[in-house]
């Protein structure tokens, strides 16, 4: 069993008695602690069974308990997912709010505090695949041009960051989060590196190849910022000299897409997809590909297998002779 957390203080929920409440704050520092899950999806599974546990206690007309809970029947379940998509929730929120639902069950059966059986009678929802849009290469190339920006009414030195920033993101197949999470101490010098240590999901981290080019902007970029850099400091600051928001360069690139003629699904996120397509259209290993991207599964990685299926498709009806 999960030793409880000392000094804990309950979560305050109108909708359940404060037993119930106690657990779901135990659950979720024992989520965060041992399974370090992001504050991100913490959020999520505690927004989730706050709204499970306002709809029971609406749908029976009394206060959640432990008890009751335990006691859960899969019609109350699908009542509550039938609520939820009634509110035009997509299948990936759905699948998320069970597998949360699911994740606290389990908790309160190791604890010793009753078994929710019906959770695992309730199939996950289905959801379709959406297969990533990449921008294409001579495009992704431009977004780490500074000259592209030099109409802009901006510091010539928010150009140079803006470029190396993008330039990483489609060099090394960054997640925005882990570009703006590094450390000046991270990034080498051109010529005295080529590789980078990353921090992603899960604060698990992996190592990153990184292209001289790239290192090249970044250098420039340095060379230029005018608010001192310490080596433990982040290497990508905003015009005020802190941590650099990941919508300041969500703002970049819609700007940029729209000079470029790109499409809306051309944002930061897409020059990562764009980074492992064109590395597996190149002949790349699916294996590397998913180290590279720091993917837990290799299913995650296998989507990009479906974009390059597309391509070949779409140079077959172009290309071959018909009769």
Known sequence: MTKPVPSLQPIELDCADPTLALEMTRWLSHLRAERRLSPK????????????????????????????FAALEASDIRAFMAMRRADDIGGRSLMRALAGLRSFGRFL???????????????APKIGKSLPKPIQMAAAKRFADADERAGEDRDPWIWARDAAVMALLYGSGLRISEALG????????????????????????????????????????????????????PIFVGARGGPL?????????????????????ATPHALRHSFATHLL????????????????SLSTTQIYTGIDSERLLEVYKTAHPRA
């Open 41 to 68: 999806t913490l959020e999520a599974y505690a927004r989730d069974l706050r709204q499970c546990l306002i709809f029971l206690s609406g749908h029976w007309g009394r206060k959640v308990t432990l008890k009751g």
């Open 109 to 123: 059966e190791r604890e010793g505090k009753g078994k929710v059986g019906a959770l695992s009678a309730i199939r």
């Open 182 to 233: 590094l450390k000046k101490r991270d990034v080498p010098r051109p010529g005295e590196g080529d590789v980078i240590i990353v921090t992603g999901k899960g604060n698990k981290t992996r190592m990153v190849p990184v292209l001289q080019n790239v290192l090249a902007l970044i250098a420039d970029y340095t060379a230029v910022c005018p608010h001192p850099l310490t080596p433990e400091g």
């Open 245 to 265: 928001s990941p919508r300041i360069i969500q703002l970049t690139m819609e700007r940029l897409r729209g000079a470029l003629g790109l499409p809306d699904s």
């Open 281 to 296: 259209s190149r002949g790349g290993d699916l294996r590397a590909i998913q180290e590279l991207l720091g993917h837990a």
